[in-house]
């Protein structure tokens, strides 16, 4: 059973950093892609960042670019988000997905996902 865990989302000031976690058990992690996406009150699940089943590519919106960072670790089958510099607009439900795909931006690139994490950044 495919199972990804996020955490580390939280209430951080206009500017501040946060560093999301996901936990991925029940699957081969070096064979898929891992990506994160967002989804705001009111608007739809957009593409945020992915990182390729080697870990050799890494991807991002535009906005977000400059700003996070996406790694993994292979030995504890985890992929981090480094947000840094955050905004208001960066506030919405953190999630982690895992793709087959080499490299996935969309969402129909990801086969399972977790629950989510609440990223609120206070301005």
């Known amino acids: 059973q495919v199972q990804l865990v996020e955490s580390g989302g939280g209430l951080v000031q206009a500017g501040g950093s946060l560093r999301l976690s996901c936990v991925a058990s029940g699957l081969p992690f070096r064979n898929y892609a891992m990506g994160w996406f967002r989804q705001a009150p009111g608007k739809e699940r957009e593409f945020v960042s992915v990182?390729?089943?080697?870990?050799?590519?890494?991807g991002y919106a535009d906005s977000v670019k400059g700003r996070f960072a996406i790694f993994g670790d292979n030995a504890e089958n985890t992929v981090y988000l480094q947000m840094n510099s955050l905004m208001a607009e960066d506030t919405a439900v953190y999630y982690c997905?895992?793709?087959?795909?080499?490299?996935?931006?969309?969402?129909?690139?990801?086969?399972?996902w977790g629950q989510g994490t609440q990223v609120t950044v206070s301005s």
């Open positions: 990182i390729s089943k080697s870990g050799t590519i890494t």
């Open positions: 997905a895992v793709s087959p795909e080499y490299y996935g931006r969309k969402s129909q690139d990801y086969a399972y």
